[in-house]
Protein backbone atom coordinates (compact mmCIF):
# COMPACT_ATOMS: atom_id res chain seq x y z
CA UNK A 1 0.00 0.00 0.00
CA UNK A 2 0.73 3.02 -0.14
CA UNK A 3 1.57 6.15 2.56
CA UNK A 4 2.35 9.32 2.04
CA UNK A 5 5.90 10.78 2.50
CA UNK A 6 6.80 7.94 5.38
CA UNK A 7 10.82 7.70 5.86
CA UNK A 8 12.21 4.76 5.17
CA UNK A 9 15.17 3.54 7.43
CA UNK A 10 18.66 2.66 6.31
CA UNK A 11 19.02 -0.77 5.65
CA UNK A 12 21.83 -1.03 8.04
CA UNK A 13 20.15 0.52 10.84
CA UNK A 14 17.12 -0.99 10.64
CA UNK A 15 15.49 -2.62 14.07
CA UNK A 16 14.66 -6.17 14.76
CA UNK A 17 11.86 -4.98 16.43
CA UNK A 18 7.86 -4.71 14.91
CA UNK A 19 5.77 -2.29 15.92
CA UNK A 20 2.39 -1.17 14.27
CA UNK A 21 0.30 1.71 14.18
CA UNK A 22 -3.13 1.55 14.42
CA UNK A 23 -6.30 3.09 15.61
CA UNK A 24 -8.28 0.04 17.10
CA UNK A 25 -7.13 -0.23 20.50
CA UNK A 26 -5.52 -3.57 19.50
CA UNK A 27 -2.52 -5.23 21.35
CA UNK A 28 -4.14 -6.17 24.80
CA UNK A 29 -2.05 -9.15 26.33
CA UNK A 30 -4.55 -10.59 27.62
CA UNK A 31 -7.72 -11.96 25.60
CA UNK A 32 -11.02 -10.15 26.12
CA UNK A 33 -14.43 -11.52 26.32
CA UNK A 34 -16.00 -10.08 23.68
CA UNK A 35 -19.32 -7.70 24.98
CA UNK A 36 -21.63 -9.17 23.29
CA UNK A 37 -23.64 -12.03 24.31
CA UNK A 38 -21.20 -15.12 25.13
CA UNK A 39 -23.79 -17.52 23.81
CA UNK A 40 -23.82 -15.77 20.90
CA UNK A 41 -21.87 -17.35 17.63
CA UNK A 42 -20.91 -14.93 15.09
CA UNK A 43 -20.14 -16.30 11.14
CA UNK A 44 -16.93 -14.64 9.88
CA UNK A 45 -15.93 -15.05 5.92
CA UNK A 46 -12.26 -15.46 5.14
CA UNK A 47 -11.30 -15.19 1.27
CA UNK A 48 -7.77 -15.90 0.31
CA UNK A 49 -7.02 -14.95 -3.30
CA UNK A 50 -4.52 -17.56 -3.81
CA UNK A 51 -2.52 -20.13 -1.67
CA UNK A 52 0.89 -18.94 -0.76
CA UNK A 53 2.94 -18.51 2.75
CA UNK A 54 2.50 -15.00 2.54
CA UNK A 55 -1.09 -14.71 2.28
CA UNK A 56 -1.47 -18.32 4.58
CA UNK A 57 0.67 -16.30 7.04
CA UNK A 58 -2.37 -13.44 7.10
CA UNK A 59 -4.96 -15.88 7.74
CA UNK A 60 -3.46 -17.57 10.12
CA UNK A 61 -2.26 -14.70 12.09
CA UNK A 62 -5.94 -13.00 11.82
CA UNK A 63 -7.08 -16.14 13.44
CA UNK A 64 -4.43 -15.57 16.27
CA UNK A 65 -5.68 -12.46 16.75
CA UNK A 66 -9.56 -12.54 16.89
CA UNK A 67 -8.43 -15.06 19.55
CA UNK A 68 -6.26 -12.96 21.75
CA UNK A 69 -9.55 -10.99 22.04
CA UNK A 70 -11.76 -13.41 22.98
CA UNK A 71 -13.53 -15.20 19.52
CA UNK A 72 -12.38 -18.65 19.54
CA UNK A 73 -13.14 -21.20 16.85
CA UNK A 74 -15.64 -23.57 17.96
CA UNK A 75 -17.02 -21.64 20.39
CA UNK A 76 -18.03 -18.16 19.87
CA UNK A 77 -16.80 -17.93 16.00
CA UNK A 78 -17.29 -19.98 13.25
CA UNK A 79 -15.41 -19.23 10.13
CA UNK A 80 -15.93 -20.02 6.65
CA UNK A 81 -12.62 -20.31 4.67
CA UNK A 82 -12.36 -19.84 1.14
CA UNK A 83 -9.92 -19.77 -1.66
CA UNK A 84 -10.31 -17.76 -5.36
CA UNK A 85 -7.62 -19.68 -6.66
CA UNK A 86 -6.23 -16.51 -8.43
CA UNK A 87 -9.31 -16.05 -10.28
CA UNK A 88 -11.91 -13.15 -10.28
CA UNK A 89 -14.99 -14.95 -10.76
CA UNK A 90 -14.14 -17.60 -8.14
CA UNK A 91 -14.06 -14.32 -6.36
CA UNK A 92 -17.37 -13.32 -7.06
CA UNK A 93 -19.12 -16.29 -6.04
CA UNK A 94 -17.19 -16.31 -2.49
CA UNK A 95 -18.56 -12.28 -2.28
CA UNK A 96 -22.40 -13.80 -3.08
CA UNK A 97 -21.66 -16.36 -0.59
CA UNK A 98 -20.92 -14.48 2.21
CA UNK A 99 -23.65 -11.89 0.99
CA UNK A 100 -26.65 -14.61 0.92
CA UNK A 101 -25.03 -16.09 4.62
CA UNK A 102 -25.39 -12.68 5.82
CA UNK A 103 -21.91 -13.57 7.79
CA UNK A 104 -21.30 -10.73 10.52
CA UNK A 105 -18.17 -9.83 9.49
CA UNK A 106 -15.54 -10.76 6.32
CA UNK A 107 -11.33 -10.85 6.06
CA UNK A 108 -10.28 -10.09 2.98
CA UNK A 109 -7.06 -11.28 1.87
CA UNK A 110 -5.48 -9.27 -0.83
CA UNK A 111 -6.38 -6.41 -2.95
CA UNK A 112 -8.46 -8.06 -5.42
CA UNK A 113 -10.23 -9.75 -2.51
CA UNK A 114 -10.84 -6.71 -0.88
CA UNK A 115 -11.92 -5.02 -3.65
CA UNK A 116 -14.34 -7.47 -5.06
CA UNK A 117 -15.93 -8.04 -1.39
CA UNK A 118 -16.68 -3.62 -1.03
CA UNK A 119 -18.50 -4.54 -4.37
CA UNK A 120 -20.56 -7.08 -3.24
CA UNK A 121 -21.46 -4.98 0.07
CA UNK A 122 -21.49 -2.06 1.62
CA UNK A 123 -23.09 -3.05 5.22
CA UNK A 124 -21.07 -6.11 6.02
CA UNK A 125 -17.60 -5.16 7.84
CA UNK A 126 -14.38 -5.98 6.05
CA UNK A 127 -11.50 -6.14 7.38
CA UNK A 128 -8.24 -7.18 4.90
CA UNK A 129 -4.65 -7.25 5.34
CA UNK A 130 -1.79 -7.94 2.52
CA UNK A 131 -3.71 -5.35 1.03
CA UNK A 132 -0.85 -2.12 -0.23
CA UNK A 133 -2.93 0.61 -0.70
CA UNK A 134 -6.55 0.82 1.08
CA UNK A 135 -6.71 4.36 -0.45
CA UNK A 136 -5.40 3.27 -4.46
CA UNK A 137 -7.82 0.27 -4.74
CA UNK A 138 -10.34 3.12 -3.55
CA UNK A 139 -11.39 0.95 -0.79
CA UNK A 140 -11.44 3.87 2.07
CA UNK A 141 -11.75 7.35 1.55
CA UNK A 142 -8.27 7.65 3.57
CA UNK A 143 -6.22 5.84 5.56
CA UNK A 144 -6.93 7.93 9.04
CA UNK A 145 -10.52 7.21 8.42
CA UNK A 146 -11.62 5.05 6.42
CA UNK A 147 -15.29 6.33 6.19
CA UNK A 148 -16.32 3.31 4.41
CA UNK A 149 -17.37 -0.48 5.54
CA UNK A 150 -13.36 -1.38 4.94
CA UNK A 151 -10.66 -0.94 7.21
CA UNK A 152 -7.53 -3.48 8.23
CA UNK A 153 -3.56 -3.64 7.59
CA UNK A 154 -1.56 -2.44 4.98
CA UNK A 155 1.61 -4.55 3.79
CA UNK A 156 3.06 -1.64 2.30
CA UNK A 157 6.72 -2.77 1.90
CA UNK A 158 10.33 -0.63 2.37
CA UNK A 159 10.67 -0.11 -1.64
CA UNK A 160 13.70 1.86 -1.07
CA UNK A 161 15.35 0.47 1.66
CA UNK A 162 14.65 -2.86 -0.09
CA UNK A 163 16.55 -1.69 -3.36
CA UNK A 164 19.37 -0.21 -1.24
CA UNK A 165 19.31 -3.53 0.25
CA UNK A 166 20.28 -4.96 -3.56
CA UNK A 167 22.73 -2.57 -4.59
CA UNK A 168 24.74 -2.99 -1.64
CA UNK A 169 24.81 -6.62 -2.32
CA UNK A 170 25.73 -6.01 -5.99
CA UNK A 171 28.21 -2.71 -5.51
CA UNK A 172 27.87 -0.55 -8.71
CA UNK A 173 24.66 -1.42 -9.97
CA UNK A 174 24.05 0.18 -13.26
CA UNK A 175 20.61 -1.22 -14.02
CA UNK A 176 17.97 -3.51 -12.01
CA UNK A 177 15.13 -5.40 -13.27
CA UNK A 178 11.41 -4.77 -11.53
CA UNK A 179 9.85 -8.03 -12.69
CA UNK A 180 5.70 -7.64 -11.12
CA UNK A 181 2.31 -8.45 -12.78
CA UNK A 182 0.32 -6.18 -14.83
CA UNK A 183 -3.15 -6.55 -13.34
CA UNK A 184 -1.83 -6.55 -10.02
CA UNK A 185 -2.54 -3.09 -8.52
CA UNK A 186 -0.66 -3.54 -5.22
CA UNK A 187 2.60 -4.20 -7.90
CA UNK A 188 2.01 -1.45 -9.64
CA UNK A 189 2.11 1.22 -6.46
CA UNK A 190 5.29 -0.42 -5.65
CA UNK A 191 7.18 -0.01 -8.89
CA UNK A 192 6.44 3.37 -9.29
CA UNK A 193 8.13 3.99 -6.05
CA UNK A 194 10.96 1.62 -6.75
CA UNK A 195 11.35 3.87 -10.20
CA UNK A 196 11.37 7.14 -8.10
CA UNK A 197 13.99 6.06 -5.92
CA UNK A 198 16.08 4.15 -8.83
CA UNK A 199 16.27 7.75 -11.03
CA UNK A 200 17.06 9.75 -7.70
CA UNK A 201 20.08 7.37 -7.17
CA UNK A 202 20.83 7.04 -11.20
CA UNK A 203 20.14 3.82 -11.95
CA UNK A 204 18.84 2.62 -14.94
CA UNK A 205 15.88 0.20 -14.84
CA UNK A 206 13.77 -2.16 -17.17
CA UNK A 207 10.59 -3.26 -16.15
CA UNK A 208 9.31 -6.87 -16.78
CA UNK A 209 5.47 -7.42 -16.18
CA UNK A 210 3.78 -10.51 -16.28
CA UNK A 211 0.01 -11.80 -16.57
CA UNK A 212 0.31 -15.41 -15.07
CA UNK A 213 2.70 -17.54 -13.80
CA UNK A 214 3.13 -19.03 -17.32
CA UNK A 215 5.29 -15.50 -18.43
CA UNK A 216 7.56 -15.40 -15.35
CA UNK A 217 10.57 -17.59 -16.92
CA UNK A 218 10.29 -15.90 -20.21
CA UNK A 219 10.38 -12.43 -18.60
CA UNK A 220 12.57 -13.02 -16.35
CA UNK A 221 15.21 -14.50 -19.55
CA UNK A 222 14.05 -10.82 -21.06
CA UNK A 223 15.29 -9.27 -18.31
CA UNK A 224 18.80 -11.00 -17.91
CA UNK A 225 19.59 -10.32 -21.70
CA UNK A 226 19.19 -6.53 -21.30
CA UNK A 227 21.61 -6.99 -18.64
CA UNK A 228 20.31 -6.17 -14.94
CA UNK A 229 22.65 -6.64 -11.84
CA UNK A 230 19.40 -7.79 -10.11
CA UNK A 231 15.70 -8.31 -10.41
CA UNK A 232 13.23 -6.63 -7.85
CA UNK A 233 10.06 -8.00 -7.25
CA UNK A 234 7.43 -6.28 -5.29
CA UNK A 235 4.43 -8.02 -2.94
CA UNK A 236 3.16 -9.81 -5.79
CA UNK A 237 0.97 -12.68 -5.26
CA UNK A 238 1.12 -14.18 -8.92
CA UNK A 239 5.08 -14.47 -8.64
CA UNK A 240 5.07 -15.11 -5.29
CA UNK A 241 3.17 -18.10 -5.93
CA UNK A 242 5.83 -19.23 -8.50
CA UNK A 243 9.36 -18.21 -7.60
CA UNK A 244 11.02 -21.24 -7.77
CA UNK A 245 10.11 -20.72 -11.78
CA UNK A 246 11.68 -17.21 -11.38
CA UNK A 247 14.92 -18.47 -9.40
CA UNK A 248 15.56 -21.27 -12.10
CA UNK A 249 16.39 -18.61 -14.51
CA UNK A 250 18.59 -15.98 -12.24
CA UNK A 251 20.59 -18.73 -10.99
CA UNK A 252 21.72 -19.74 -14.53
CA UNK A 253 22.57 -16.13 -15.08
CA UNK A 254 24.29 -15.91 -11.08
CA UNK A 255 21.51 -12.74 -11.06
CA UNK A 256 20.25 -12.27 -7.45
CA UNK A 257 16.46 -11.53 -6.54
CA UNK A 258 15.91 -8.89 -4.34
CA UNK A 259 12.10 -9.66 -2.96
CA UNK A 260 9.61 -7.56 -0.88
CA UNK A 261 8.64 -10.79 0.61
CA UNK A 262 10.90 -12.41 3.00
CA UNK A 263 8.92 -15.10 2.76
CA UNK A 264 10.10 -15.62 -1.25
CA UNK A 265 14.10 -16.68 0.82
CA UNK A 266 12.60 -19.76 1.63
CA UNK A 267 12.27 -20.13 -2.75
CA UNK A 268 15.63 -19.22 -3.61
CA UNK A 269 15.40 -15.23 -3.74
CA UNK A 270 18.67 -13.81 -2.24
CA UNK A 271 17.58 -10.68 0.03
CA UNK A 272 14.34 -8.83 1.64
CA UNK A 273 13.14 -6.07 3.92
CA UNK A 274 11.01 -7.86 6.07
CA UNK A 275 6.79 -7.60 5.95
CA UNK A 276 5.52 -9.64 9.04
CA UNK A 277 2.10 -10.75 7.55
CA UNK A 278 1.41 -13.22 10.18
CA UNK A 279 1.98 -9.80 12.94
CA UNK A 280 -0.50 -8.26 10.77
CA UNK A 281 -2.28 -10.85 10.17
CA UNK A 282 -2.90 -10.06 13.90
CA UNK A 283 -3.45 -7.03 13.87
CA UNK A 284 -6.29 -6.84 11.54
CA UNK A 285 -7.60 -9.62 13.88
CA UNK A 286 -7.53 -7.56 16.61
CA UNK A 287 -9.19 -4.97 14.23
CA UNK A 288 -12.28 -7.37 13.54
CA UNK A 289 -12.63 -8.26 17.61
CA UNK A 290 -13.32 -5.04 18.10
CA UNK A 291 -15.64 -4.57 15.45
CA UNK A 292 -17.76 -7.65 16.06
CA UNK A 293 -17.47 -6.78 20.41
CA UNK A 294 -19.00 -2.89 19.45
CA UNK A 295 -16.08 -1.44 20.35
CA UNK A 296 -14.92 0.23 16.95
CA UNK A 297 -16.80 0.53 13.73
CA UNK A 298 -14.36 -0.03 10.48
CA UNK A 299 -15.77 3.25 9.18
CA UNK A 300 -13.50 5.11 12.02
CA UNK A 301 -10.99 2.89 12.38
CA UNK A 302 -7.28 3.73 10.76
CA UNK A 303 -5.52 1.28 8.21
CA UNK A 304 -2.51 -0.23 10.30
CA UNK A 305 1.40 0.28 9.03
CA UNK A 306 4.40 -2.23 10.10
CA UNK A 307 6.75 0.76 11.21
CA UNK A 308 9.73 -0.88 11.58
CA UNK A 309 11.73 -3.41 9.18
CA UNK A 310 14.69 -6.03 9.41
CA UNK A 311 16.60 -7.13 6.65
CA UNK A 312 17.41 -10.16 5.89
CA UNK A 313 19.57 -12.18 3.25
CA UNK A 314 20.09 -15.63 2.46
CA UNK A 315 23.09 -16.72 2.94
CA UNK A 316 23.25 -20.27 1.36
CA UNK A 317 22.20 -18.03 -2.15
CA UNK A 318 24.28 -15.33 -1.85
CA UNK A 319 27.16 -17.63 -1.63
CA UNK A 320 26.24 -19.76 -4.88
CA UNK A 321 25.82 -16.36 -6.51
CA UNK A 322 29.49 -15.67 -5.57
CA UNK A 323 28.02 -12.24 -3.26
CA UNK A 324 29.83 -10.93 -0.72
CA UNK A 325 27.61 -10.26 2.35
CA UNK A 326 29.19 -6.49 3.29
CA UNK A 327 29.94 -6.74 7.25
CA UNK A 328 27.32 -4.43 8.63
CA UNK A 329 24.67 -6.94 7.18
CA UNK A 330 26.11 -10.32 7.81
CA UNK A 331 24.14 -10.90 11.79
CA UNK A 332 20.93 -10.58 9.11
CA UNK A 333 22.96 -13.48 6.56
CA UNK A 334 21.27 -16.96 7.60
Known sequence: MFFKSKKVLAVGMMLSMMAFAAGCGGGDKKAEAPKKDAAKVVNVGIVQLVEHQALDDSR???IEGMKKKGFVEGKNVKYDVQNAQADQSNLQTIAQRFVNNKVDLICAISTPA???MANATKDIPIVGNAITSFEIAKLVKSDKKPETNVTGASDMAPVAAQLDLGMKLKPGTKKVGLMFTSSEMNSQVQIKIAEEHLKKAGVAYEE???NTVNDIQEIARSLVSKG?????VPTDNIIASATPALVAITNEAKI??????AIL???GATASVNIEYFQLGVVSGEMAADILSGKSKPQDMP???QKEFTPSI?????????LKVPEDLAKFAK
Open 208 to 210: GSV
Open 60 to 62: KGF
Open 114 to 116: AQT
Open 256 to 261: PVVAAD
Open 314 to 322: NKAQADKLG
Open 228 to 232: VDFIY
Open 303 to 305: IAF
Open 265 to 267: LKN
